[in-house]
């Protein structure tokens, strides 16, 4: 069974940085995986997206330079990062599985993490 | 940057037929996946590559895509279909797009 489990609830103030992963299991080759953003009450945002098995990283414009998408030796594990937290980033976060081809693939996402939820507030 | 227009809600009597809309200019062009997201859950893929359904999903859901307008379709809607639709796209100056989401209310 595919599974994508990340790390629990975080609570920060502005200006902390944070790290906050997503680890799969169940599959067996690499797989592209993405990073949705949900903030309270609002709809879902594509922020990018990473191939762990060579680390090859797409941002969307929104996000390009806000945050940092990474992995590490595992094609399972992906992260992403802030080095300094504001408010407007509460928010429920997603890491999701991408099914199809092409590079990045263009087709569903099939598998969709539990969600991570930030909260930052002084 | 591509845009996809949802309608914010849609209401609909139990048993009837729902139809929710994403609009996009040449949408028809291009493939749309359909996500359903229940309160306090991860959303969910019920329909993929305009049409196609996932194993587990009813047949009760269906999608269609044309011209400017792709459609998701739940027909015989009971109360467990309650939740927010999100259609999405590939773009290739943003890697993905969401529409803004529709509520489905089964009254």
């Known amino acids: 069974e595919v599974q994508l489990v990340q790390s629990r609830a975080e609570v920060k103030k502005p200006g902390e940085s944070l790290k906050i992963s997503c680890k799969g299991s169940g599959y067996s080759t690499s797989y592209w995986i993405g990073w949705v953003r949900q903030m309270p009450g609002k709809g879902l945002e594509w922020m990018g997206t990473i191939y762990p098995g060579d680390s090859d990283v797409r941002y969307s414009p929104s996000f390009e330079g806000q945050v940092t998408i990474s992995g590490d030796e595992s094609i399972y594990n992906s992260y992403l990062q802030w080095t300094s937290l504001k408010a407007s980033d509460t928010g429920m976060y997603y890491c999701?599985?991408?099914?199809?081809?092409?590079?990045?693939?263009?087709?569903?996402?099939?598998?969709w993490g539990q969600g991570t939820l930030v909260s930052v507030s002084s | 940057s591509y845009v996809l227009t949802q309608p914010p809600s849609v209401s609909v009597a139990p048993g009837k037929t729902a139809r929710i809309t994403c609009g996009g200019n040449n949408i028809g062009r291009r493939s749309v996946h359909w996500y359903q997201q229940k309160p306090g859950q991860a959303p969910v893929l019920v329909i993929y590559?305009?049409?196609d359904r996932p194993s587990g999903i009813p047949e009760r859901f269906s999608g269609s895509n044309s011209a400017n307008t792709a459609t998701l379709t739940v027909s015989r809607v009971e109360a467990g279909d309650e939740a927010d639709y999100y259609c999405?796209?590939?773009?290739?100056?943003?890697?993905?797009?969401f529409g803004g989401g529709t509520k489905l209310t089964v009254l």
């Open positions: 999405e796209v590939w773009d290739s100056s943003n890697d993905r797009v």
């Open positions: 999701a599985r991408l099914g199809g081809t092409g590079i990045p693939p263009r087709g569903p996402i099939d598998y």
């Open positions: 590559y305009d049409s």
